[in-house]
């Protein structure tokens, strides 16, 4: 594996703290990547055909 | 009507979940929602997850570990297994907020969270046997935590012939059993309705 992403991915994980709570970046970015889809799944609103009927 | 037990588990069946159920074109209005498309990407990325797996289940880790074709079916494998879990907790925060359990679902609700926590258990054992740098690490803080509360002698980590077995065959099967007797019950009680849907929108729409 070569480039950004080798760099990005070959060397420890970044931690955030504060106090008690510890997490990982990426973990913390899993989290805000499924929170932001859960959000748009729930605004963006279903497609629908010219009839406007639901696909 | 006949006294043999196939007549009896027809009927029951038949009765339960007749193939108008099964296999419906119809679905209320209401599932015409993002929010409903996270059950079927779940079970999209599942199929993609045994599918990479039978793959590397016959080619084993002297292939995926070294040959290019290899380490992208590992890959696959694994970034399958990433968006199955991305899925399946958007699917969990969906049903959770809109009660899903209502209806009679509670089967459904139950054997959902009990296919959540068989998948950490195959994700687990699928991390302990990558067979690299990885598994090592996660193997030896596990133990520690699983000997802790007692259960390392019948469940130990670092064994990776108990891990590979669990792994592709005992936890797939239990995991793939918990996923038909889920997605059956959803057939049989049908999607559950938003909280606050109207009556109108319960009909069956094409």
Redesign the interface.
């Known amino acids: 594996m070569t480039g950004w992403f080798a760099d990005f991915m070959n060397h420890p994980a970044t931690y955030l703290k504060s106090g008690w709570l510890q997490i990982s970046v990426t973990n913390l970015f899993?989290i805000l990547?499924?929170l932001t889809?859960?959000t748009?799944?729930?605004v963006?609103p279903?497609p629908?055909d010219k009839d406007g009927?639901?696909? | 009507m006949s006294e043999m037990w196939t007549a009896k588990l027809r009927n029951k069946w038949q009765k339960n979940l007749p193939i108008e159920k099964l296999l419906p074109d119809d679905q209320p209005a209401y599932v015409a929602s993002w929010i409903y498309v996270f059950g079927v990407l779940t079970l999209s990325a599942i199929v993609m997850i045994i599918f990479s797996g039978v793959i590397l289940a016959f080619e084993g880790p002297a292939w995926y570990h070294t040959s290019d074709t290899g380490k992208f079916v590992n890959s696959l494998h694994f970034w399958s297994v990433q968006l199955f879990f991305i899925f399946m907790v958007i699917h969990l925060w969906g049903k959770f907020w809109m009660a899903a359990w209502r209806g009679k679902r509670f089967a459904t609700w139950a054997t959902g969270a009990v296919a959540f926590i068989a998948s950490i258990a195959t994700a687990f054992t699928g991390y302990l046997v990558q067979t690299n740098f990885d598994s090592q690490w996660i193997s030896f803080e596990a133990k520690d935590g699983f000997n802790s509360v007692g259960v390392g002698a019948w469940f130990s980590v670092t064994n990776l012939g108990q891990m590979l077995l669990l792994h592709v065959a005992f936890l797939p099967i239990i995991l793939g059993a918990i996923t038909v007797v889920h997605v059956l019950m959803v057939r049989k009680r049908g999607v559950v309705p938003p909280i606050d849907a109207e009556p109108s929108t319960l009909s069956e729409v094409k």
Do not use: C, E, G, S
């Open positions: 899993v990547l499924m889809i859960f748009l799944a729930v963006i279903f629908k009927h639901n696909k």
